[in-house]
Each structure stands twice: as C-alpha cells, then as structure tokens.
C-alpha cells in the first residue's frame, strides 16, 4: 500500500468495505476529515488574507493594472488545526470581515469564545457560522447567541454540532430564535440535549419571529417524551423544510407523535430523516400517510429501524400515491426479506421520481436481485442510485444484472460492494456493462471476492466502457498481476475512468512505484491504495 495522507486515507477508509456498510450520504456515519483550507503552521497568519485570493470559494473583482482589488465574497475555512492563542487573535480582524466562517474542530474554548464573539458582533455580514467539534460549551454558547443578535443581522445557517452544549445551553436558544428572522437553518447535533433541550428549542420554534427552515439534531439523547411539544411545535413552523432526527431513541409511540405534528403543518417538508430512531412497522401506517399527504417531500431516511418486510409493504401505497414525488429512499439495515423487494419493485416500476434507493444490509438474496433487476428494466424506472452492499447476493444474480446495466439508461450508481459475487459474478457484470448503449458510472465491488481472473474482464471493460468514471475494487484478492492488467488499460488514451479505489490491496512495492507514476502521468485520475 502506498502512504496517503490522513485524509485520503480516511476517505479510502470510508469508501472501503472494511468500513460498515454504508448508505449514501454523510450523515449516517463520521465524514472523513478534509485536509484544511489554510493549512496553518504554528507560526503567525501574515500570509492568511493572499491564501483567501487564491482558494476556491473566494472570490475578488477584476480590476485594472494599478486598481485596488477588493474582495467580493470572502470565506474563512479553517478544518482540523489546533490553532495557538496567537493564532486566534490574529484571525479576529478577518472574522469581522467574512461573510462565511468555518472553524470546525480548531481548538476553540469557552475562554477564546469571548474574543471570538466580539468579533462577531463587529460583523454584520456575516451569514454563515460554523464551529463543530469545538469546546464551546454552555456559557460559550450564551456569549455568541448574544454577540449575533442584533438589528440587521443577515446569519442564515448556524452550525454547533459537537460542541459540549446541553439543555443548560439551550436556555438562550428561545431569546435567539426571536431576535434572528434570518436564520433558516440550525445544526445541534451531537450534543447532550435531552428532553430539557429540546423543551427550550421547541418554545423558539413556537415564535413567530423565527423563521428556521431546516433543524438537524441527530444523536441528542432525545426521546419519546420529547416528540409531543416537537410535534405542536412543528405544527407552529409553516416554513419547516428539513427535519433531522437520526440516532435518537424516539420509539413507536414518539414517532406517531411527530407525524401526526408533521401531518397537522402546513409546511413544504423536503426531507425526513429518521435512522435508528425506533421507528416500527405499526409506524409505517403513520408513515404511509405522511408520504401521500406531503407532495414536497424529496428525502426519507430510515435506515437501521426494524421495519421488515411488513412494515415495508404498509409502506410503499403512500410512496405510490400520485401525490407522492419522493426522490431518495433509504431502507438500510431495516429486516428486508425478498419478498419486500417485491412491493419495492412495483415502486420502482411506477415512480419516475425515485433516483435514489439503498437497500444495503438487508437480506435480499439473489431472488430479491433478480425482482430488483426486473423493475430496473422498465421504461417507468429512472433510478440513478442503487446501493444492495451486504445484502447475501452471490453469482447467481449476476447475469440479471449484467441485462439490467446493458438495457438501463437512467442508473448512474450501482454498489455491489460485501457480497460473494467472485469472478464468475464479474465476469457476467462486465458483459453488461461492456454493451455499447451502458451508461453507469460509478461501480463498487469491494470485497467482492474477486481475483486476478476477474481482473481480466475488468481491464477489458475499461477499454471499452464510455461512462465507467469511478470503480471500487477495494479489499478483493487480487495482487499484482491482476493490477498490471488493470495499469495497462488505464494507460490507454481511451480510457474514461477516472477514480480507481484498490484500498487494502496488498501490492509490491514495484506495482506500486507503477501506479503512482501512473497517476502521475495522466492528471485526470485519482488512485487510491
């Protein structure tokens, strides 16, 4: 394996299928940490403001040879730097700058929030705050809520996930909510905040001054006791456009309540998420109604609750609903048999809206595949996005997919990854994808079983593949014969793919010295190893 740095070594990491799997989306485990905007020594921050003219996401007007420059919109993005006390006062002039600031896990303290709200209090501009994984704590949470009150603030989204609060915190969340009419969007997760907590965020959300559109509170130790204020609060939000509940122990009877809260608003709900929430089939019911009854809603997560089968079939008449214009559907880990993927394929068949669906952790099995497969090929069917990782799927299924990749022009995304398809099973899998019409671009098949010999139908397909950009072939039995095969038609001019990821391949150093120098010599690809 070559030596990658911390962060694309995380990220091989969580790509990898020796993470658990995964269903799309950040929030359902730790995002890998990005490498830092301004990557800071200990030294002083003289250089910070002609880093800012050069990183992505600031921006300066165009001015004449001899004009002064000024800054149009400038970001202050600072991720994973254990800034010294010296660096922090010097960052305080720029944050009465910015109109966006991320300090994410930077070493903040309640004694550096003093410095830091005062800061803020000098910036009207300001629009976004982002402080996660920081030492913030209680009393600095009531020093900044103070310092970005205000007349004319215009903050908009507001993030302290991990950030040490509890409910003796959230006592300035009410005040807060009142004298800021801007802020749409709120992120408290990760914090202890107890029934108590969301006591107080729920008279906020009461006022009709505040305006939050989107509230993220995932694993906040919230419980049923909770969701009945939440629920009349919910009924008081006519903007309330995301809702993000994961990872707390609500229960049946604390979900009836929030739906029937989210069936008596009058809010445009796009997302709903609600993974390992101790939601049941009994709650499908209520669920299923939610569904037809909100039009607006685009995201459902509820993964890692034990629906099973029942559950999802009381389900799927509400995602069939005409009403219904759902477009991300995440039943990870939820007692899924076969015979749920029979309701599920009469929705795949029926709803052109649904782009993306994971099944992953569920027990399909080759039938539930196949039933899979079979809706896939209907001209009805427009899913982009299909995860089925670990889901008890062998060879045998192979050749429904290899039909399914050769007739589909919609699916972009199909993850394989953790199921025993060896090289027989990609071999097949190659056949379909190597059919001229094949459109799909992103192929995970890691700790797929897979061998030098499956590496031959691969490299083959790259060859002649148009719209494969990403494969996954991580933690497979492959060595470096299978790899050189691989190296050989990437080599190629025209060859499409652009990220291959061999995470916990176990290769000679010589092998490795040849993909770096491949990687090197053709810019547009990323290898990972």
């Not at 982002?130 to 989204?157: C, E, T, V, W, Y």
């Not at 694993?219 to 009349?232: D, K, V, W």
């Not at 739906?259 to 445009?268: D, E």
């Not at 001019?493 to 916990?504: K, S, T």
């Amino acid at each position: 394996m070559r030596n990658l740095g911390p962060a694309r070594r995380a990220a091989a990491a969580l790509s990898s299928p020796s993470c658990p799997w995964l269903a799309p989306g950040p929030w359902l485990v730790p995002s890998p940490r990005r490498p830092p905007a301004c990557s800071l020594s200990a030294g002083p921050l003289s250089a910070l403001s002609g880093a800012w003219s050069r990183r992505p996401g600031s921006h300066w007007a165009v001015s004449s040879p001899g004009e002064h420059r000024s800054p149009v919109t400038m970001n202050l993005d600072i991720q994973c730097e254990c800034l010294s006390d010296t660096q922090w006062k010097e960052l305080l002039p720029q944050m009465q700058q910015v109109e966006v600031i991320r300090l994410d896990d930077c070493g903040l303290t309640e004694v550096r929030c003093e410095d830091i709200s005062s800061a803020l209090q000098a910036n009207p501009s300001l629009t976004e705050l982002s402080l996660h994984n920081s030492g913030l704590g209680d009393a600095g949470l009531r020093r900044l809520l103070q310092a970005l009150q205000g007349p004319a603030r215009k903050i908009r989204k507001l993030s302290l996930q991990n950030c040490s609060l509890t409910a003796a915190g959230c006592t300035a969340l009410p005040g807060a909510l009142r004298s800021l009419p801007s802020l749409l969007e709120l992120h408290l997760s990760d914090n202890t905040l107890d029934e108590a907590g969301l006591r107080l965020l729920c008279e906020g959300l009461r006022d009709p001054q505040c305006h939050l559109e989107r509230v993220h509170l995932e694993y906040c130790r919230l419980t049923a006791a909770g969701c009945e204020p939440l629920a009349t609060a919910l009924r008081a939000r006519p903007g309330l456009r995301g809702l993000v509940l994961s990872n707390n122990d609500l229960g049946e009877d604390g979900v009836r309540a929030l739906c029937g809260g989210l069936l008596g608003a009058r809010c445009p709900l796009e997302t709903l998420r609600l993974a390992s929430c101790g939601v049941t089939a009994a709650n499908c019911k209520d669920l299923c109604s939610l569904v037809a009854a909100k039009d607006s809603l685009q995201e459902l997560d509820l993964g890692e609750n034990k629906l099973g089968d029942a559950g999802v079939a009381t389900l799927c008449p509400g995602l069939l609903s005409p009403s219904s214009r759902l477009k991300t559907l995440w039943l990870w880990e939820c007692d899924i048999s076969a015979e749920g993927c029979r309701e599920i394929s009469r929705v795949l068949h029926a709803k052109e809206s649904l782009k993306e669906l994971s099944l992953a952790g569920n027990e399909l099995g080759d039938q539930g595949a196949r039933l899979l497969c079979k809706a896939l090929r209907e001209p009805g069917c427009r899913l982009e996005s299909l995860w089925v990782k670990t889901c008890g799927l062998t060879h045998a299924c192979c050749p429904d997919f290899s039909a399914m990749l050769a007739q589909n022009k919609s699916l972009l995304e199909l993850q394989l990854s953790n199921n025993r398809l060896g090289d027989t099973g990609v071999q097949q899998l190659c056949q379909g994808l190597g059919q001229p019409g094949a459109t799909l671009q992103m192929l995970c098949l890691g700790d797929c079983e897979v061998t030098d010999s499956g590496c031959t139908a691969l490299a083959s397909l790259l060859l002649s593949s148009r719209s494969l950009r990403e494969l996954d072939l991580s933690n497979n039995c492959m060595g470096d014969p299978g790899v050189l095969q691989l190296v050989e038609s990437l080599r190629q001019p025209g060859c499409a793919l652009r990220q291959l990821l061999l995470y916990d391949i176990y290769l000679s150093e010589a092998v490795d010295n040849h993909l770096k120098a491949l990687e090197d010599s053709k810019p547009s690809l990323r290898i990972i190893s």
